[in-house]
């Protein structure tokens, strides 16, 4: 490669695949398209700077990328992918997945190198649905993100069942849970509620919070905060009866909220 010419890391750098981050309903569709920031100039010179920065040229910018520099497309999770040259439809399975978020994975070739585009895409209608002991999905509705101080805050309510994440640090990010500081609570009216602690002591749970999100391009439109949670020991009030009933079972969920702060 001549030293006019990028780098093949640099080459990476200017192809995406976008959507990057996305979130559909089950049965939902997402599009997905290769592009790049450069225009081509041959077969030999396939990369070249960008000419003259005017205005017409920054609203074009991003093109379709040639079909010879992909490889292949795959998917990793449930659900189709229909896949042609440059351009995917992917179709979300009829319920949410147990793997989430599924992954869209083009390999992209230049010279000898290789490099992989992931997308990530949340399968889950919109607020937020949990599963106990890997039963049966129950999504609640509506809900947001808010951020107070140092702490943040995934919440929805709905028909009387009630999920309560709570964070502090980073509004994004991978996080273990602790006994104060990050934690989740399933209410269900108030009788039947689930944590992220468990026992006597109490002891807190494995598993892990994650968190992302999705914003349209330049920002504009609403910012949707995106992702997982799972409590693999979690501790459960049963207060229906006379007797409270403390017992330990386990809690995953995922979560599709607008930030309302």
């Known amino acids: 490669m001549q030293t006019t ?9 200017a192809i995406e695949l976008t959507p990057e981050i996305e979130g559909v309903d089950p049965g939902g569709e997402v599009p997905l398209l290769v592009l790049y920031r450069f225009k081509t100039n041959g077969d030999e010179d396939w990369l070249a700077p960008l000419v003259e920065p005017t205005e017409t ?3 074009n910018s991003k093109q379709f990328l040639d ?5 292949r497309w795959e998917k990793q999770g449930e659900g189709t992918l ?5 351009k995917a439809k992917y179709i979300a399975p009829p319920n949410i ?14 010279g000898k190198s290789i490099g992989l585009l992931i997308s ?16 049966e999905w129950h999504s609640i509705p509506g809900g947001g993100y808010n951020r107070y101080g140092a702490m943040n805050l995934i919440a929805a309510d709905h028909n009387g069942h009630s999920v309560k994440i709570f964070y502090d640090g980073q509004t994004y990010g991978q996080r273990n849970w602790t006994i104060s500081t990050v934690g989740c609570t399933y209410s269900i009216n108030t ?8 026992g006597s002591r109490p002891d807190v749970s494995q598993g892990d919070l994650n968190v992302t999100y999705r914003r349209t391009e330049l920002g504009y439109g609403e910012e949707i905060v995106l992702g997982t949670f799972e409590i693999a020991s979690s501790g459960y009030l049963d207060s229906r009866n006379d007797l409270p009933n403390y017992s330990t079972t386990s809690l995953r969920g995922v979560f599709r909220v607008p930030q309302l702060d």
């Open 191 to 198: 009788e039947q509620i689930y944590y992220h602690v468990y």
């Open 5 to 13: 010419h990028f780098s093949d890391w640099a080459v990476f750098l």
């Open 67 to 71: 079909a010879k520099y992909i490889e």
């Open 97 to 110: 997945p147990v793997r989430n978020p599924i992954e869209i994975v083009v390999r992209v070739k230049t």
């Open 82 to 86: 229909q896949a042609t040259s440059n």
């Open 57 to 59: 040229v920054l609203q």
């Open 120 to 135: 990530r895409i949340f399968v889950a209608p919109p607020g937020i649905s949990v599963s106990v002991a890997n039963r």
